[in-house]
């Protein structure tokens, strides 16, 4: 199993769900987040000057191996607007997982 994170600009969100759903992937979670990379925002308060971080969102999904490319093609496809700052994605291996309500360790995704 594959673990999917994906740190996208945050009016990229319902394009992202729509692409994941359309490639059968109906459980996954996102989150606000907020960071800073090459695109640096700034504003000014009263006359200083100052930089802020930048609102995103975190997307995380766990995936069988076989089907890694596509959920991440999709990402890719969804997220991006060939700008700075369109975000990243991350992918990490599953070694375990378990059922909290059963207690049942998982292995593969039925």
Do not use: H
Request: proline share 1%.
């Amino acid at each position: 199993m594959k673990r999917i994170e994906a740190i996208i600009r945050n009016t990229k969100i319902e394009d992202v769900k729509e692409a994941l759903q359309s490639v059968n992937i109906s459980s996954f979670t996102y989150t606000d987040c907020f960071g800073s990379g090459k695109l640096k925002k700034q504003g000014v308060y009263r006359g200083n000057q100052f930089q802020y971080d930048i609102a995103r969102y975190l997307v995380s999904v766990v995936v069988p191996d076989e089907n890694l490319k596509d959920t991440v093609d999709c990402i890719l496809n969804a997220a991006s607007t060939g700008e700075i700052g369109d975000g990243e994605i991350f992918v990490s291996t599953i070694d375990e997982s378990w059922k909290i309500r059963t207690k049942e360790s998982i292995t593969a995704f039925n």
